[in-house]
């Protein structure tokens, strides 16, 4: 049960670090840093973008419309955290 332990948070870890990925690379988009012209750049910003938006749009869903600011990337991160932490706290139950 300890390796289930370790593929959920291995997971868990993995979508954090692509959600980190995107908001990063949406600042360096907005910034100007990153050309949407260049292929490559363009490429993982769709991938990112289409694997990032099921979740995200579901989150949408419940956060008011007129905020200027997209919160969705931040619920997901909280609740990816929160699931962590909830593993972490319920290790002994995977023993």
Not at 32 to 39: E, G, H
Not at 54 to 81: E, M, T
Request: charged fraction near 10%.
């Amino acid at each position: 049960m300890t390796s289930l332990y370790q593929i959920l948070m291995l997971i868990l870890q993995i979508a954090q670090f692509i959600i980190f990925a995107h908001i990063i690379m949406s600042w360096l988009i907005n910034f100007q840093v990153l050309n949407l012209r260049q292929p490559l750049v363009a490429q993982l910003w769709d991938g990112l973008n289409r694997t990032l938006e099921p979740a995200y749009s579901r989150v949408r869903a419940f956060l008011p419309k007129n905020l200027g600011i997209d919160f969705a990337p931040l619920v997901v991160l909280l609740v990816i955290i929160g699931l962590r932490i909830i593993l972490t706290n319920n290790v002994a139950a995977f023993h």
